[in-house]
């Protein structure tokens, strides 16, 4: 039987996270999960639980919540990483474990310091080792594309003999070409006898740019599992983008001839979510879902697709979940039933709480916005959801700047109920509200980053703005859009600050 499905391994929760700066909450962690399980993912690779009590914690948190993704957790080749993987993964209802060790020269001869022989020894007995409590194994030999054929041969088929069921080739350094890539997969069918018996899969990372290229080239060789993250997040220059990779087979099934399980239609939400949960903005030219990814500006393409779509678009926005414009846009005469509608068509679902502050936010926003486009409606849902700890409310604002006068602020903020006034100066008005939101709740907040981009076009567009700080040591993001956009900042700062003080709240 032609086997013409890909099976899709997401890492956005673990090599995902590996990108410097991209920490997420555990609760973070788990919506994203959620996310990636409404996609239609196969996989999910959901943390490395050796390494941190919180990662266990989050690998078991997911474990115990979904019901259809298998979900999987990391292992260096050493009994104690294995133990963990097993106990996280153990109320899930499908697991699998993923068993690694480097095998190319430079990383045996500097980083293990151990000869082949050993590194095959290593490799069997933790493959045997796992064996005996889990049948669904995954091996990685780290840096594959940089090692030695005869070496990378050996290994593999020593471990499929010790029980792995799917064989996973990195590229760990974004090394490879596509035909270099696709040759190596292609090698491995044709050389590792008991190959047969295993998934073959891909696991690129992008540091030439190539990761999604090199993926597609494995799968035309042979790889029926793709290793890829949301908005193509990972170590370094990160991985494989996994809405790329499922556009690019299904876009041109004519090509591939091969499908996979996930739900493209979810593709645009689940981007937004990964993008403010790990801080890191989606560009504007993003393929599939970068803000520009459908918009015609030349005069020559916009006639084009007036007359028919398709020529100049490839895909249908709708397919990847991208908010249309054509239709119906709310307005400040849109009533409680339109709003509703809209949430539901968008498949956002809430509490009747929750639809109910939104609809105070939506009507707040129409009266300062003519035109509510969808991505307004996501912004302001994101802005008003996820509300798991809100210590310090945004009570009131007033800022005054020009070029000739220092810029002054007024803030105040409410806490438990009682509200607190404080008046600030700095080199700006945004440096003027953080040092009056600092001394009013009494932090020493390092503002990492600050980024501030348009929600929709035009002079009344949304200003949405992404912070990342570190309080007490550790990262937290905020975010925030209105549009006025010094409010967007104080409360994206107040929004990682919440963030901090939720988890000192669950410390107590
Ligand atoms: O890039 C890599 O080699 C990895 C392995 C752990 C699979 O992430
Ligand atoms: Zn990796």
């Not at 590194?119 to 064996?131: H, L, N, T």
């Not at 990847?320 to 119906?328: F, W």
């Not at 310090?392 to 607190?420: E, H, M």
């Amino acid at each position: 039987m032609k086997n013409d499905k890909v099976l899709i391994f997401d890492t956005t929760l673990r090599d995902g996270e590996q990108a410097p700066g991209a920490t997420m909450s555990a609760e973070e962690k788990l919506e994203i999960a959620f996310s990636l399980e409404r996609l239609g993912v196969d996989i999910i690779e959901a943390g490395f639980p050796v390494s941190s009590k919180g990662d266990f914690d989050s690998v078991q948190n997911v474990a115990r919540h979904l019901k259809n993704s298998c979900v999987c957790g990391l292992a260096r080749s050493i009994t104690k990483d294995i133990d963990a993987v097993i106990d996280a993964i153990k109320p899930a209802r499908h697991r699998r474990i993923h068993i690694f060790l480097a095998t190319s020269k430079i990383h045996l001869q500097h980083k293990l310091k151990k000869s082949q022989d050993e590194i095959v020894k290593m490799a069997v007995e933790s493959v045997k080792y796992a064996r005996k409590r889990i049948d669904n194994i995954e091996f990685s030999p780290e840096d594959a594309s940089r090692t030695e054929k005869t070496f990378l041969y050996r290994i593999l088929e020593e471990v499929i003999k010790a029980g792995a069921t799917t064989v996973n080739i990195p590229d760990t350094v974004g090394y490879s070409t596509p035909r270099e890539y696709g040759a190596v997969i292609a090698g491995i069918r044709n050389n590792v006898p008991n190959i047969g018996r295993c998934v073959i899969s891909t696991h690129c990372h992008d540091d030439l740019g190539l990761g999604v290229a090199n993926s597609l080239s494995g799968v035309e060789n042979g790889a029926r599992q793709v290793e890829c993250t949301i908005n193509g997040i990972g170590e370094r220059a990160g991985n494989a983008s996994m809405e790329e990779v499922v556009m690019g087979l299904k876009t041109r099934w004519d090509f591939y001839g091969l499908s996979t399980n996930i739900n493209t239609k979810e593709f645009y939400r689940a981007s937004r979510l990964v993008s403010k949960a790990s801080g890191f903005i989606v560009p504007p030219n993003k393929a599939v879902v970068g803000a520009n990814a459908f918009r015609h500006e030349s005069g020559i393409h916009q006639d084009g697709v007036l007359k028919e779509r398709r020529t100049y678009e490839i895909m249908n926005p709708e397919d990847v979940g991208v908010p249309s414009h054509e239709g119906l846009v709310l307005g400040k005469h849109s009533g409680r039933h339109a709003f509703i509608d809209r949430l539901k068509r968008l498949g956002i679902v809430l509490s009747e709480t929750d639809v109910a502050l939104a609809f105070v936010r939506f009507k707040d926003l129409a009266d300062k916005k003519k035109e509510v486009y969808d991505e307004d409606l996501w912004a302001l849902i994101e802005d008003e959801g996820h509300r798991t700890h809100v210590a310090y409310t945004l009570v009131d604002l007033i800022s005054t700047s020009g070029s000739n006068i220092a810029p002054r602020v007024v803030v105040t903020l409410q806490y438990k109920g009682k509200k607190q006034t404080k008046e600030s100066t700095g080199d700006g008005p945004v440096d003027a509200c953080y040092k009056a939101i600092e001394s009013l709740t009494q932090l020493k907040v390092n503002l990492l980053d600050y980024s501030i981009k348009s929600v929709t076009q035009g002079k009344d567009a949304l200003g949405e703005v992404t912070v990342k700080t570190s309080i007490d040591g550790q990262a937290f993001i905020g975010r925030a859009a209105t549009t006025d956009i010094i409010e967007a900042s104080a409360k994206a700062y107040i929004n990682a600050i919440n963030k901090f003080m939720a988890q000192q709240n669950l410390k107590r």
